[in-house]
């Protein structure tokens, strides 16, 4: 039986994807020839209630200088991660003599406003080629893991942090507890720590398993990381709740008994216990309703097929790398997808091999139907191709069920 990553406690896999390869890993026919895979499988933990991947490939496996994921590809997002720093500069009164570290802070999404509003920051981001072009953007980055050892001498050199920032990051790192350390050494007394990360009721209730791959090693709730930021004595003061990637929750982190813990909180935890987030039998079900999607999704891919219909799909997302290899799509099923990110295009998608096309060729191949990965920007894509779209042309979604559009 696996142990867990925080408590230790033995628990039991919930759903088995099988192997599977590194959701990235976009690479060229030469660079498939050995493609790691490993064996994808989900627990839930009874002891500390912490939902998480029982084994996960090596962190050089995915972070490297080649990453293939450059946050500032989604204009929403852009505006997302500015709406957020200013948020985070009014909480915490933030000025020049003030301090923020980000981890994980990729091209610079977050970042560039503290920049442009003159308050010191500090990236951390070990994928060198996405590292690159943050600091193209004037940002100082350290090109290595977070971790207690790394915190200590960004101590020594810089000075506590009034504001810690993540995004989408921390569900990546298994060594939580040396993290959790280095937040607690790095945090000046009346600093926050602040992230956000794919939210388990949202996976829960919507079934979209597509945020189960390599990178997320957790989907955090209000009730685990209460329970983990405790035993490093922080504590939750805040949830808010974000639409971003399918559903998000940001969680806001103090030391313990300095700030004011919000309503919020209390609130989410009722919910989360109402959901039945904190039982196993809330995990029981979520195989089979994985299965019914391929079902459903297999069965449409094959009569389009068979009615001569052309398909391809938008959007060459890690998620797709789970529904792809999971389901068994192949380039029979679905020719090619099309994705703005130069890294990712005229490449091939992970274990399933279906090629990668430049966005700019997406309207002159002229598709019957449009299979979107990239479904937690439906607002943003189906907005930007609706003309595109209009006549005879349907988009194809998965989550929460099958569905034509
Ligand atoms: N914050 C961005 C990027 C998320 S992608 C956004 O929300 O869009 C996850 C990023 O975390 C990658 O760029 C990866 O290189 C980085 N990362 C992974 N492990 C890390 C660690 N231990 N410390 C700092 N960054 C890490
Ligand atoms: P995203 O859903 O953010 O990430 P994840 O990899 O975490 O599942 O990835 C979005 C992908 O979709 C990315 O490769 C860029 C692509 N994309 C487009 O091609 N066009 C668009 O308009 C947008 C918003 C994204």
């Known amino acids: 039986m696996p142990k867990c ?69 989604s204009n929403y997002m852009q505006n997302h991660f500015k709406v957020f720093a200013h948020s985070v500069s009014k909480l915490q009164n933030l000025d020049k003599k003030s301090f923020v570290v980000e981890i994980g802070c990729n091209d610079g999404i977050m970042l560039q406003n503290f920049v442009t509003d003159k308050i010191p920051c500090l990236g951390i981001e070990p994928s060198k080629n996405v590292a690159e072009v943050a600091r193209e953007k004037g940002i100082e980055v350290i090109t290595e893991f977070f971790d207690q050892n ?45 992230f956000e990360d794919p939210y388990l009721g949202d996976v829960i209730e919507k079934t979209s398993f597509d945020q189960i791959y390599d990178e997320h090693v957790f989907l955090f709730s209000a009730i685990s990381i209460s329970h983990l ?63 019914q999607i391929r079902d459903d999704l297999i069965k449409l891919l094959i009569t389009l097929k068979n009615e001569g219909k052309k398909v391809v ?12 290899n999971y389901f068994g799509i192949t380039p029979s099923l679905i020719e090619c997808i099309y994705d703005t990110t130069p890294i990712k295009q005229n490449k091939y998608s992970p274990g399933m091999h279906i090629p990668v096309l430049p966005y700019e060729q997406f309207h002159e191949s002229n598709p019957d139907y449009v299979l979107l990965f990239a479904w937690n920007h439906a607002v943003e894509i189906m907005n930007k191709e609706k003309d595109f779209m209009s006549n005879d042309k349907h988009w194809i979604t998965y989550i929460p069920k099958v569905e034509i559009n």
């Open 5 to 73: 990553l925080i408590c230790e406690k033995n628990y039991q896999p919930f759903v088995n994807f099988g192997e599977m390869p590194i959701a990235n890993a976009f690479a060229t026919k030469e660079e498939m020839n050995n493609e790691y895979t490993f064996s994808m499988k989900v627990g839930y933990c009874e002891s500390c209630n912490m939902v998480q991947l029982v084994e996960q490939p090596d962190r050089e496996q995915m972070f490297h200088d080649n990453y293939a994921f450059f946050s500032s590809t």
């Open 150 to 194: 790394l915190a200590e001498s960004i101590i020594a050199k810089h000075q506590k942090a009034d504001a810690i920032l993540s995004a989408n990051v921390m569900c990546h790192i298994p060594y939580m507890h040396s993290i959790y350390d280095g937040i607690k050494a790095l945090l000046a007394d009346d600093g926050v720590f602040i």
């Open 229 to 291: 930021a405790n035993m490093h004595d922080l504590e939750l003061i805040n949830v808010e709740h974000q639409i971003t990637h399918g559903g998000s929750m940001r969680y806001t982190i103090a030391n313990k008994g300095v700030k004011k813990v919000s309503e919020n909180v209390i609130n989410r935890i009722k919910k989360e216990r109402k959901l039945g987030l904190h039982n196993s039998e809330a995990y029981s079900s979520f195989a089979n309703d994985v299965d």
């Open 313 to 324: 799909a938008y959007g060459a997302t890690s998620k797709s790398t789970t529904v792809t």
